[in-house]
């Protein structure tokens, strides 16, 4: 079972740095168990996984045997992927299964889904939660039945406080953390909640129907996790009951699963902006890594390659007025710029929820008028740097104005993507985030210097 108040209160926070690795390495190697002991008795079971990742695997694992079963099964749900299956390797069947048994069922069935089919199955018909374990395999990962948990305190309608208290002292110690007690009515539907301190505040006689909440904020299974952390950041909810289309109670997800989400979702985000998979850890081959980076590269060199054709295009061009050249950069760098700013708004807005869809109108239309504020700014201090320098020679109105024109459109066309491509991409089910990428920069440096090299036919080479 999860830890109680009572151990948890004596933990203590630490940052792992390369001294504590090297002494912890130093007492492993002198095989001072009582001394390790005490010093993983302080620590919370979050940094002895981050400390057993700074270390070689053998060394990882003699640790980790050090542990108490409780210990193990916690810090086991706190490892990355890649070592829980090193820890785990070569224990038995039953050993993995009464690790398992010591966690909450959401935690035990994110480390049953990590594990081979065979071992998997092997695994399942072991564990005391099997039934409750096997449902949650059964929701999306990223749903909100892929993060509830199946341990609550539940009463009927008909219970009244005193009764309703002692359900919670029954289930305190597997049921962590506690914040309220759920009501059920005789059809096991969903039909009010206690916070905890309504049990505090009422006679003991008092019926549970007289003083419980009834309107209770839900969700059902299969709802995105983004869509049940905006739920609960909205309405400052520490728990959210899930219940099916029947309103019948399946489990409950707390803040701190939820705290996970936000930061798995940013950092997600965060990964699609720089083209990376985000799958990495420090035990990884290099050959995974470059796997998960080299697509992004190499979409990238197409993109470079097709913007090294559109300058070839207008080489005739180049060949006959290279000043033209000075500019490239800046065209392909006001394009980039532009679209990221307008595209990261309108992630945050698609992310967040709060922009609609009949906002999007509008967005698009405030974008645009911003871009012909920023493009005419911006455009005529190129032009006039280009006048007070004198570049062109002889045509140097001609140079300032197709340079000017030029990066007016520029930044007007690639704000106007950077609203509408993240769009587009939420209507296919897409990451949004993806919009920011290095494909779609790449892109909007395309456009930029088609964009140019038009203009400065028209304005500075007829």
Same mark, same amino acid.
Request: charged share 25%; proline share 6%.
């Given at each position: 079972m999860t830890p109680t108040l009572a151990t948890m209160a004596g933990y203590v926070p630490i940052t792992i740095d390369a001294h504590l690795v090297e002494n912890i390495r130093h007492l492993i190697a002198e095989r001072e168990d009582g001394m390790l002991l005490n010093l993983l008795a302080d620590l919370y079971p979050v940094d002895i996984a981050s400390l057993m990742e700074r270390l070689p695997e053998q060394e990882a694992r003699y640790l980790f045997l050090l542990l108490s079963d409780a210990r193990k099964a916690e810090v086991l749900s706190e490892l990355e992927p890649l070592w829980q299956e090193r820890v785990i390797e070569g224990f038995s069947v039953e050993t993995i299964a009464d690790l398992l048994d010591e966690l909450d069922t959401d935690d035990a069935a994110d480390l049953v889904a990590e594990l081979p089919e065979a071992l998997r199955t092997q695994i399942l018909s072991e564990l005391e939660d099997e039934e409750e374990v096997r449902e949650l395999l059964t929701y999306g +990962?990223? !749903?909100?039945?892929? %993060?509830?948990? !199946? +341990?609550?305190?539940?009463?009927?309608?008909?219970? !009244? %406080? +005193?009764?309703a208290t002692e359900a919670v002292r029954m289930h305190a110690e597997w049921v962590d953390p506690l914040h309220s007690v759920f009501v059920v009515d005789e059809k096991e539907r969903l039909v009010g909640q206690l916070p905890l301190k309504t049990l505090l505040l009422y006679p003991g006689r008092t019926p549970v129907q007289d003083v419980m909440q009834q309107e209770v904020i839900t969700t059902l299974?299969?709802?995105d996790q983004e869509e049940v952390a905006r739920l609960m950041e909205k309405y400052d909810l520490l728990v959210l009951p899930v219940v099916d289309e029947q309103q019948k109670l399946l489990g409950r997800i707390t803040i701190d699963d939820v705290v996970d989400v936000i930061r798995e979702e940013i950092e997600e985000d965060l990964y699609h902006i720089s083209g990376t998979t985000g799958d990495e850890s420090l035990g990884d081959s290099l050959l995974k890594v470059s796997r998960g980076r080299l697509p992004w590269l190499l979409l990238g060199l197409v993109? !470079?390659?097709l913007s090294g054709i559109v300058v070839n295009l207008f080489q005739a061009g180049l060949q006959q007025a290279v000043v033209l050249a000075t500019f490239i950069p800046v065209m392909t760098a006001m394009a980039g710029n532009a679209a990221i700013q307008s595209s990261a708004i309108t992630v945050q807005g698609l992310t967040s929820g709060k922009l609609w869809e009949s906002d999007l109108v509008r967005r698009l239309?405030? +974008?645009?008028?911003?871009a012909f504020i920023n493009g005419g700014v911006l455009a005529i201090l190129l032009i006039g740097a280009i006048s007070v320098l004198g570049l062109g020679g002889g045509k140097t109105l001609q140079l300032s104005l197709t340079a000017g024109s030029a990066l007016f459109s520029v930044i007007l066309l690639a704000t106007t993507n950077g609203a509408l491509i993240p769009v587009v991409l939420h209507k296919l089910g897409i990451d949004p985030a993806v919009s920011m990428g290095p494909f779609v920069t790449t892109a909007n440096d395309i456009l930029g210097l088609a964009v140019y090299f038009t203009i400065a036919s028209f304005l500075f080479l007829s």
């Open positions: +990962e990223e !749903t909100a039945g892929g %993060i509830m948990g !199946t +341990e609550y305190v539940v009463v009927p309608d008909t219970a !009244t %406080i +005193e009764e299974p299969h709802v993109g !470079t390659m239309l405030k +974008e645009v008028g911003v």
